[in-house]
């Protein structure tokens, strides 16, 4: 393992960082900012209070009731500086994320080119939020539907990704014409800090309404005060499948919305014909990457009989030299977990598997002596698809299985109650065919070739079953921000009624 910088040094280098950005940290208690490179606390922080709270959501419902008649290129203008402000700041961004979520200085940065792309592809949408003109059964009507804001939108986010996660939201909700109120994962309070500051930025220099955006942050009491407040009008949350299972029936009770970006559990199937290169590529960066914390991690491995030997002592020899450690050094892959929990949680996965059967093929061990949580990414061959298998443990862990058949690949992939992300390496067109048919991979995301993490902004983001069904990001994913009114306009003197019915 390499060595770690001290608490001091990240210290100042978070300091360094907000200072550019521009954010003056006010020091307090209820909060603090740590960092899982050392595990140890960076500054004390003040939490939001529950009335500071119902007074942001009142102050952004204020925002958006001028905002939803801005005109949506305008709205645009405000997202376009935003994109200008995160490209001039994304290194500050990115150590920051690197010091409070622990990635590795590239897939920060590339958290970061993440938000930038979103706000590009947010301005294109700002011209582009049709609606349909519908044929109408009646002479002399028009019948269309038009796409109006929808409100102040509550966003939820996780530590894994602190910063791209709001700006699909807050991109896409801002060019809607709805206004944001920020609850933020207490784990990654400077870069909710400084994410807000940069649209603070923005606001202020295209003198859009400054309440368009308010950051809350604080513990489970604060989010629970966004959840219920009848003012939020969709609530999109992302986290755990628990957290969802909490979030989305208090919504619902409200009839609000709710946009639920919830666990993955997420396969790759690897098939006879697969390049076997390029899948140990694939799956190396998809299962130990970002130190097995994202919510698309790859975290089943599902191998024909005929290539598992092979697949696995490739896998096992690369699993053996990952660099593990300080995620400022360039040289590092993996990172330290989030918390000695998580650690915890990941040992207590591998017992379980183990007596469920598994064999250790690779690493699961705990480095270091105390501080920051740094383990040795896992792969675990399992006899079969026991509990802990279809179980989402966000840590390193590559649970192995085998299979003769494609259809009992597919049975096996499905066989979970999570569907986000999935893939299968094969060369075999068929194949791969029948795996994204309406029988084949039952998840929001389906690959080839490719892993199961790191999507595209452009495409709709998010899965089924316990994954919750939102999605979020590109393609169509703004509708959900937006309340949809059907019209249908008379131009005739004549009162026509549909479905031939006759009145008066
Ligand atoms: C998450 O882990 O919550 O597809 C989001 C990916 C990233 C987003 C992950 N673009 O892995």
Same mark, same amino acid.
């Given at each position: 393992?390499?060595?770690l910088?001290?608490?001091?040094?990240?210290?100042?280098?978070?300091?360094?960082?907000?200072?550019?950005?521009?954010?003056?940290?006010?020091?307090?208690?209820?909060?603090?900012?740590r960092?899982?490179?050392?595990?140890?606390?960076? =500054?004390?922080?003040?939490?939001?209070?529950?009335d500071?709270a119902?007074?942001?959501?009142?102050?952004?419902?204020?925002?958006?009731?001028?905002?939803?008649?801005?005109?949506?290129?305008?709205?645009g203008?405000?997202?376009?500086?935003?994109?200008?402000?995160?490209?001039?700041?994304?290194?500050?961004?990115?150590?920051?994320? $690197?010091?409070?979520?622990?990635?590795?200085?590239?897939?920060?940065l590339?958290?970061?080119?993440?938000?930038?792309?979103i706000?590009?592809?947010?301005?294109g949408?700002?011209?582009q939020?049709?609606?349909?003109?519908?044929?109408?059964?009646?002479?002399?009507?028009?019948l269309?539907?038009?796409?109006h804001?929808?409100?102040?939108?509550?966003?939820?986010?996780a530590?894994?990704?602190?910063?791209?996660?709001?700006?699909?939201n807050?991109?896409?909700?801002?060019?809607?014409?709805?206004?944001?109120?920020?609850?933020p994962?207490?784990?990654?309070?400077?870069?909710?800090?400084?994410?807000?500051?940069?649209?603070?930025?923005?606001?202020e220099?295209?003198?859009?309404?400054?309440?368009?955006?308010?950051?809350?942050l604080?513990?489970r009491?604060?989010?629970?005060?966004?959840?219920?407040?009848?003012?939020?009008?969709?609530v999109?949350?992302?986290?755990?499948?628990?957290?969802?299972?909490?979030?989305?029936?208090?919504?619902?009770?409200?009839?609000?919305?709710?946009?639920?970006?919830l666990?993955?559990?997420n396969?790759?199937?690897?098939?006879?014909?697969?390049?076997?290169?390029?899948?140990?590529?694939?799956?190396?960066?998809?299962?130990?990457?970002?130190?097995?914390?994202?919510?698309?991690?790859?975290?089943?491995?599902?191998?024909h009989?005929?290539?598992?030997?092979?697949?696995?002592?490739?896998?096992?020899?690369?699993?053996?030299?990952?660099p593990?450690?300080?995620p400022?050094?360039?040289?590092?892959?993996v990172?330290?977990?989030? $918390?000695?929990?998580?650690?915890?949680?990941?040992?207590?996965?591998?017992?379980?598997a183990?007596?469920?059967?598994?064999?250790?093929?690779?690493?699961?061990?705990r480095?270091?002596?105390?501080?920051?949580?740094?383990?040795?990414?896992?792969?675990?061959r399992?006899?079969?698809?026991?509990?802990?298998?279809?179980?989402?443990?966000?840590?390193?862990?590559?649970?192995?299985?085998?299979?003769?058949?494609?259809e009992e690949?597919?049975?096996?992939?499905?066989?979970?109650?999570?569907?986000?992300?999935?893939?299968? =390496?094969?060369?075999?067109?068929?194949?791969?065919?029948?795996?994204?048919?309406?029988?084949?991979s039952?998840?929001?995301?389906?690959?080839?070739?490719?892993g $199961?993490?790191?999507?595209?902004?452009?495409?709709?983001?998010?899965?089924?079953?316990? $994954?919750?069904?939102?999605?979020?990001?590109?393609?169509?994913?703004?509708?959900?921000?937006m309340?949809?009114?059907?019209?249908?306009?008379?131009?005739?003197?004549?009162?026509?009624?549909a479905?031939?019915?006759?009145?008066?």
């Amino acid at each position: 393992m390499s060595s770690l910088p001290t608490t001091q040094q990240l210290r100042e280098r978070a300091r360094a960082s907000l200072d550019r950005i521009g954010v003056a940290v006010v020091e307090g208690s209820g909060l603090s900012a740590r960092s899982p490179i050392t595990g140890e606390d960076l =500054f004390g922080l003040r939490a939001t209070t529950d009335d500071e709270a119902r007074q942001a959501i009142a102050e952004a419902d204020q925002a958006f009731r001028a905002w939803r008649t801005t005109p949506a290129p305008v709205r645009g203008e405000l997202v376009r500086t935003l994109g200008d402000l995160l490209r001039a700041h994304k290194s500050d961004l990115a150590d920051l994320i $690197t010091i409070e979520a622990g990635k590795i200085r590239s897939e920060a940065l590339g958290e970061v080119q993440e938000m930038i792309d979103i706000c590009d592809f947010a301005v294109g949408l700002s011209r582009q939020l049709y609606g349909r003109t519908i044929a109408s059964e009646r002479p002399g009507h028009r019948l269309a539907e038009t796409w109006h804001p929808l409100g102040v939108v509550g966003v939820i986010s996780a530590f894994n990704f602190p910063a791209a996660v709001w700006s699909w939201n807050t991109a896409i909700a801002l060019v809607c014409g709805d206004a944001v109120v920020w609850k933020p994962s207490e784990l990654t309070p400077l870069v909710s800090l400084a994410s807000s500051r940069l649209l603070d930025r923005a606001l202020e220099r295209t003198g859009a309404p400054r309440a368009l955006h308010r950051l809350l942050l604080g513990d489970r009491a604060v989010g629970e005060t966004l959840v219920d407040d009848p003012r939020v009008a969709l609530v999109s949350a992302t986290g755990s499948t628990r957290m969802g299972r909490e979030v989305g029936p208090r919504v619902a009770a409200r009839f609000g919305r709710v946009l639920l970006e919830l666990g993955g559990n997420n396969a790759t199937v690897v098939a006879p014909s697969a390049d076997l290169d390029l899948a140990v590529q694939g799956i190396v960066f998809a299962a130990a990457g970002t130190a097995g914390q994202r919510c698309t991690t790859l975290r089943r491995l599902i191998v024909h009989r005929d290539v598992a030997d092979q697949l696995v002592e490739r896998l096992a020899a690369v699993y053996g030299r990952l660099p593990i450690g300080d995620p400022f050094d360039e040289a590092t892959l993996v990172g330290p977990l989030i $918390t000695d929990a998580a650690a915890d949680a990941m040992a207590a996965a591998l017992d379980r598997a183990q007596a469920e059967g598994g064999k250790i093929i690779s690493g699961g061990r705990r480095l270091g002596a105390g501080g920051g949580a740094y383990v040795e990414p896992a792969v675990v061959r399992m006899p079969k698809q026991t509990g802990i298998v279809r179980e989402e443990t966000f840590a390193p862990i590559l649970y192995v299985l085998t299979y003769d058949s494609f259809e009992e690949a597919v049975a096996l992939h499905n066989d979970v109650p999570q569907g986000l992300s999935s893939s299968i =390496f094969t060369r075999d067109q068929q194949e791969a065919e029948r795996f994204l048919a309406a029988d084949g991979s039952d998840c929001g995301i389906a690959n080839v070739n490719i892993g $199961t993490s790191g999507a595209e902004i452009g495409g709709a983001f998010g899965g089924e079953k316990e $994954t919750g069904g939102g999605r979020e990001s590109g393609s169509d994913s703004w509708r959900a921000y937006m309340r949809r009114a059907t019209n249908t306009v008379n131009y005739t003197s004549t009162l026509a009624l549909a479905q031939n019915v006759s009145f008066l």
